[in-house]
């Protein structure tokens, strides 16, 4: 998701004139209702890139790589409402994610070992 006007105007990837993209992954089969009458994915942020179409030198990608991996944090996951994350979504994981549901017997633990994998695979495999 571009989220470049949620950005700090004042930070360097926005000063460079780069494009602020968030990566989420979510089960399109597992929904709830969260105090509304339309379904939410719950959402589990991956991370945030920019666009590098024009050169930078490795000063300017080691301050925009450093001002963004500052302001991750680990609540960046929630829930979206499944019709505009329906809308948005260009394209699926471009890999696989399979882990096999018996060996998990708490939902929890299940839930944390594909967001573990998912994380894993996003890492090794960009876009």
């Not at 379904?39 to 301050?63: D, F, H, I, M, Q």
């Not at 450093?66 to 979504?89: A, F, H, K, M, P």
Request: proline letters at 6%; one cysteine or more; hydrophobic letters at 25%.
């Amino acid at each position: 998701m571009d989220e470049t006007q949620f950005w700090d105007p004042d930070c360097p990837a926005r000063l460079l004139g780069k494009r602020l993209v968030a990566t989420y992954a979510y089960n399109k089969g597992s929904h709830t209702y969260c105090c509304s009458l339309t379904p939410a994915y719950w959402l589990v942020y991956l991370g945030t890139e920019y666009n590098s179409e024009a050169e930078l030198s490795e000063e300017e990608k080691e301050l925009i790589d450093s001002s963004i991996r500052e302001s991750e944090t680990e609540d960046q996951s929630g829930y979206w409402n499944c019709s505009d994350i329906d809308r948005l979504v260009s394209h699926p994981l471009p890999y696989p994610i399979n882990v096999d549901r018996e060996d998990f017997p708490q939902e929890r633990e299940y839930d944390r070992k594909v967001e573990e994998d998912i994380r894993e695979s996003f890492y090794a495999n960009p876009c």
